[in-house]
């Protein structure tokens, strides 16, 4: 082969390479985090774990495929809070957890650091008084009152899941904690803010009695810093479900989730203070620890990848006009015991 063919072959690998890694780098991942920065208009994700690892990258939903944003920042972390920053120009993330599920062997796994996102670079906020060392808590941009709303979460006492059941609000700069009553101690429940309500609604979680709660879950609403119970006919409990509102259309989307025993594949609207399952058409398969964030620009719901118990997922759902549509399907990748 001569030197020049050579190097017109090697020129096309490499482009070729780049353009797998824009529009395919991305192959599964769970418990990472996701959110819609309003300025640009886009989904950014930020870490979790793939088959094998733990990640602190950060990706952004282009034309349909992800595109990997070379920036440094928060270290490799599971089951981090994200959700666009109060000036909605940026993004807001707040600890999680080192490892997949995070062990006495390995102390330092619960974070407590403070990020923000903005015009492309990652900024460490550090500050006096903040929220405890968590993972799995539920973080929500409330617009109406402009303030990012902590919920819950939990961390590991000598070896034992200790759930937390305190609710923060970050503003100006600052963390301030609001109420320590409310929804029991629990984490990986699923919060979204109601523009109908001007409220945060909370749904499921896991909690001390019975692990994952009791039979039937609950919906919470968030006014100002006192927490409501909604009295209506409840969906089955579950935690690490995906949950975002649905733009203007006054409805709450939530799918999938674990119940302590198998996860699930069901889609739940949320709307005037009733819960509705709907079926039909095709529907992303069984899992927890995926993400999901509404794209206002395109007017759809965004589900990304999952593990199904033995699997960690690559597929990408839209959720529009009602009904569930696959944009990309990927293999699964069995995921390897090694501790993460």
Known sequence: ???????????FALAAGSLLAENGGLTVRNAHSMAYVHSEGEIFLFGGADERRVFGDLWVL???QWVSLNVKGPSPRTFAGLTPNTTKDGLLLFGGNRVLFGNEQNPAAMLD????????????????????ARAEAALVLDEK????????????????????????????????????????PRNGASTVW????????????????????????????LNGSTWRKVETPQPPNIFNSAMTGLGRSDRILRFGGYNGTNRIAETWIYADHAWMRIGGGPIPPPRNHASIAYDRKLGRAVLFGGHNGDEVLGDLWVFESGRWHRLIDRMPLKRVQNGH
């Open 145 to 184: 009152r402009n303030r990012i709303v902590l919920f819950g979460g939990y961390r590991l006492t000598q070896g034992e899941v200790q759930r937390m059941g305190d609710t923060w609000e970050f503003r100006n700069g600052r963390w301030r904690k609001i109420a320590s009553d409310g929804p029991s």
């Open 194 to 221: 109601d523009p109908t309500s001007g409220n945060v609604v909370l749904f499921g979680g896991s909690t001390d009695d019975r692990q994952y709660g009791p039979g039937t879950g609950e919906t919470w609403v």
């Open 62 to 64: 282009r034309g349909g």
């Open 113 to 132: 650091d403070t990020w923000e996102f903005k015009n492309g670079e990652w900024k460490q906020l550090v500050m006096l008084d903040h929220p405890e």
């Open 1 to 11: 082969m001569s030197g020049s063919l050579f190097r017109v072959i090697l020129i």
